[in-house]
Each structure stands twice: as C-alpha cells, then as structure tokens.
C-alpha cells in the first residue's frame, strides 16, 4: 500500500523547503543584529559588541529626517493618485466588455512588467523633451505610475466577488447612481482599497530605481540608503534607517494581508 | 376605494445629480468613458508618451566632438550597441539573467511544492507569510544585508573560518571569472544575491501552478510502480513548468535591468543597467542609453510571446 504513506512529507522535501525558507529570512534578521553593533567603520562578524547609541545618533541626523518627511510625502500623494486612478480603471474593466478591455489591463500592469529602469529612463527623457524641470511632483508622476497596479490588481478581485444584482438591487429600490456607490460599492470594495492603498504606499515607501531618475537633487529614504551604502558615512546609521523601513513596509504588508486574506490574493509587485 | 396606482416609470430624481445619474444609466457608455478617461490620459499619454518619447531618442545619435545630440533619425547609435565592449555588457547581463532564473527555480521547487501539497491550516498561513513577507520587504535593506553577508570580513567568512573550510572559498575566489578579492566583489556575489532577491517572484506562481496539480495524481504514479524521481521527472515537473515558466519571466526581466546590485555587489564589469545608467549620466549619450533600453524590451517582447504560447500566463 504505497499510497497509504502520502501524507507526511519525505525528508529531503522537509529539509530543503526549510533550507530554502531560512535562505530567505536569515540575512533580513541580520540586519537588526548589525543596527547594535558597536563597530563603526567595517562589517565585523561577530560584532564586537552591542549599544543602542546608533538610534539616538540617527534620531539626531537631520539628513535622515528630511528624506524620511519626503519618503512619507511622496507616497502619500503617490498612493491617492493611485487609488483614484486604480480604482476607476479596475471598475470600468470588470463590470463592462468593450473593445480594448485587454489593453487596458495589459497597459496598467506594463510599468511593473517592465524592468524599472525602462520606466525611470522613459520618464527622464520625457522630462527633458518637454523641459520639466525635477521636482517633488516628477517624483509623485513616477511613482503614482507604478502604483496603479496594486490598487487595480485588489479591486479588480474584489469586484469579481462582488454580485452585480446588489448594484441592480439598489437602482430598483430608488437610490440613484451616486447612493449606490456610497452606500452599496464602496463598503463591499472598501478593504480590497485599502489593502492596495497599503501595498502601494509600502511600493513607493521603498522604490528607488525609478526615483533616482526622476529625483533630481532630493533625496527619498531608499536614495538616502544607497548615497550611504556606496559613500558609506557611519555604517550603522544605514542600518537602523534599514531596520526602521522594514517596519514601516511590513506593517502595512501585514495589514494587507489580513484585509483580503479570504480569497483575494495580494498581487502585482515588482520593481 | 380605489388608490391611485404608483407611477411605472418614477420621475427623474430631478436636480444636476439626478440628472447625471439618469444619464449614467441610460448611456452607460458615457460612465464607462468617463471613468476611464482618467487612468488612460495617465498611463497613455505619460507612460506610453514617455516609453515612446525614448524610443525616438535611441535613434538621434550624439557627436563625438561637441558631445551635442544630434536630433536626426538614424541607425548609428544602433550600430554602436554591436561594439565588442557592448556587446560584452548585454552577453554577461543575458547570461547572468539566464542562470539566476535557473537556480531561481531549483530553489523555489521545493519550497513551492511543500507549500502547495504538505501545508496546511496555519503553516500554511505561515509560509504564505514566509513568502509574502521577504517579497515585499525593501530591496535595498536586502541588498545591505548580503554586503554584510559577503564582505571580506563579514559573517560568511567567519562561519567558513568556525568550519575551516576558508581554504574552499579561497579556492573559488582565485577562479577567473566567477572569484575576485572577496565575494562582495565578485560574479559569484553578485549572482547569489539576485537569486535570493528575486526568488520569491519564482516560488509564488510555481506554487499555484503546483496547487492545482491533484494529489492522487502523484498517489497513481506511485501506485504504479514509479519511483519519486521518475514521478518528479513525468509527472510533477511537467505540471509544474507553466509555472517556472511564469516565474521565470520576472526573475529573467528584473535581472536584465537591474543595475542597483551588480554596483554596490560586483565587479567594475558592467550590466545593460548600469550601461544605460552611466551612459545617460556621467556620459550624457542619452541616444545610446536609449538603445540600451530597448535590448531588454526587445528580449522580454520575444519571452513573453514564448511564455503565452507554453501558457504560462494562465499560471501568473
């Protein structure tokens, strides 16, 4: 009776699905080690010694402080531009067929599909053509761009779920097209908005690829994080700021996680 | 006492916003224009403009004397992309892109299948999160950590030293190609980290295509007499390839742009990235930065043509 002992997984399969996961977590925990480490000037393993001083010298940097202000700004504007436009594009492809529908859906998600370099690049030279000048908004233009997707990938989901008789429903008992929206369609989408909204503030919290073409002399976290890694000041300054944008990413990653966990799947990452 | 009978056809709610919302159920086609005019005017005119906006510059050229682009349309700068030294750059970076999709998928299979098959419950909440979670943690972070990692005096040496196998890492460091003066500097590095960066883009679409894959499938193979290889080789793998195949257009696209690793973890030898990266930069020959583009957009244009026609995009 071979088939009998199929339900417990064969060793090696154990072994190399847990190899496989420490690969991916280990080095991410590492970084908080190193955000302690007593060393200022190289990567010593192991550190010589522990101290919580780095927090209160990052606390004091206002270098830091100032790309942490523009990060949170321009992912806030980012991600209501992102909404609005997500959201509009993502109902128009799911309660309608019309010609073009697929190009649609294939042209929201063609900023991610294509590597980011292409997207930073294109924006750039656009710029230049039509003397835009760098500033928070050319920023706020290329990260809302990539944006999109996220918010438009977790309702377009949503509404698949969503009965289309509720909305009928709604118009036969007399509420206009307005009240429908605010009293029937909104609450069913409002968690699938705001899981995106969520991932994408977290998208554009992190991007740095497109950002360094389209930033000019500003600094966001993540090109603050890269000046220092290649022109390394205090090292351990890097870090904390490394450990402090994990929270601030994987916060609102875990709360998106939660907002659609039954049946929706958090989709539409990439740089 | 007969009631007068309400109305069949209610009177327009009356006011602009009645009159608006009549309108939007007649004329459906007017909301569906009016709701996508805004992401279209976006996407269309920003993005495609600007995608379109690049593709002319790749064919201005720049003068090699006053260092002025030249805004007349030809092929030079195309013909400068075949310059050994360029082609080098998009040989390395294809092949570079090529193995990290590889070894993306040998170590995504076992995580995948355990998640799709053996999982339940809560793990499986748990290595969903296990996923989720270094997918969408910031890549730079990622990035800082392995430089730690790698770096000559970092944990990975130290750990060799404990297992006095220092002379290994030794042995493969003095290697041409692969080796360099510590492996924060070298291919080897380089490669290592963007396997691990890319590598949850690969392990999510294999697993769904694993997912579907029914259990009593693999129970007949064996039934029958197969070994779990042969019923890997026969019946898993083939089931699961859509999914590779869908993985592997992610993990083969961010390498070939990718241009933040291979700086801050690699040689001086440059990638497509990088190239395009100098070259609209410090070199100020944006027609050539251009062109550099449109080599990966060219490649992704025939990989997603073969990826539709195995089917992969069904496994996305």
């Known amino acids: ?238 870090n904390v700021v490394a450990m402090v944008v994990m929270l601030v990413t994987l916060l609102p990653i875990l709360a998106a996680y939660y907002l659609t966990r039954d049946g929706d799947q958090i989709a539409g990452s990439g740089k | 006492m007969p009631r007068a009978a309400a109305p069949a056809i209610l009177p327009g709610s009356g006011g602009l916003r009645g009159a608006l919302s009549d309108l939007f159920w007649r004329k459906p086609k007017v909301l569906l224009l009016l709701m996508l005019l805004p992401p279209l005017l976006w996407l269309g005119v920003v993005y495609i403009g600007s995608l379109f906006a690049l593709l002319a510059q790749s064919f201005f050229s720049i003068d090699e004397y006053s260092g002025l682009i030249n805004r007349e349309f030809t092929l030079k700068t195309y013909g400068d992309l075949f310059q050994a030294a360029n082609l080098d750059i998009i040989l390395r970076t294809v092949t570079m892109a090529a193995l990290v999709t590889l070894a993306s998928a040998i170590v995504a299979l076992p995580i995948a299948y355990y998640a799709a098959r053996y999982a339940r419950g809560r793990w499986k909440a748990l290595f969903y999160l296990g996923i989720m979670l270094p997918l969408w943690s910031s890549y730079l972070v990622k990035i800082c950590a392995w430089k730690l990692i790698l770096a000559k005096e970092g944990i990975l040496t130290w750990l060799l030293g404990k297992l006095h196998l220092q002379w290994l890492l030794d042995a493969w460091l003095s290697l041409p190609v692969v080796g360099g003066n510590s492996l924060s500097v070298s291919f080897t590095g380089t490669f290592i980290v963007f396997v691990y960066v890319w590598l949850p883009f690969m392990i999510l679409p294999v697993q769904a295509a694993l997912e579907r894959v029914p259990g009593n499938l693999v129970e007949a193979s064996s039934d029958l007499g197969a070994s779990p290889g042969q019923t890997f080789r026969n019946v898993l793998f083939p089931l699961a390839l859509p999914g590779i195949v869908a993985g592997s257009i992610f993990t083969f696209s961010l390498t070939l742009g990718d241009y933040i690793i291979p700086q801050i973890i690699g040689t001086s030898r440059l990638f497509i990235g990088q190239a395009v990266y100098a070259q609209q930069g410090t070199a100020g020959n944006i027609p050539l930065a251009a062109a550099f583009t449109v080599v990966p957009i060219i490649i992704m244009g025939f990989y997603l043509w073969g990826a539709k026609r195995m089917g992969a995009f069904d496994a996305l």
């Open chain 1, 1 to 238: 009776m071979r088939s009998d002992r199929g339900q417990s997984a064969p060793l090696g399969l154990k072994v190399a699905a847990a190899c496989g996961l420490l690969f991916l977590h280990l080095p991410i925990l590492l970084i908080f080690v190193y955000a302690f480490t007593t060393e200022e000037k190289s990567f010593v393993w192991p550190p010589p010694g522990l101290t919580t001083q780095w927090f209160a010298v990052t606390w004091n940097r206002p270098d830091v402080w100032q790309a942490l202000s523009l990060s949170v700004r321009v992912a806030t504007f980012s991600t209501a531009i992102a909404l609005v436009l997500g959201t509009l594009c993502s109902a128009a492809v799911s309660r309608t067929k019309f010609f073009g529908r697929e190009t649609i859906s294939l042209l929201v998600i063609l900023p991610i599909a294509l590597p980011g370099i292409i997207t930073g690049i294109a924006l750039r030279s656009a710029f230049a053509l039509t003397d835009i000048p760098f500033s928070f908004w050319t920023i706020v233009l290329g990260h809302a761009t990539f944006c999109v997707v996220v918010v438009y990938n977790n309702a377009v989901a949503r509404f698949r779920r969503t009965s289309g008789s509720m909305i009928e429903a709604s118009m036969d008992l007399g509420a206009d097209g307005f009240q429908t929206f605010r009293h029937v369609v909104l609450p069913n989408i409002a968690t699938a908005l705001l899981a995106g909204g969520m991932l994408a503030f977290a998208l554009s919290f992190d991007e740095v690829i497109v950002t360094t073409f389209t930033a000019g002399q500003q600094q966001t976290l993540p090109i603050w994080m890269l000046e220092e890694l290649i022109r390394p000041r205090q090292r351990p300054v890097t």
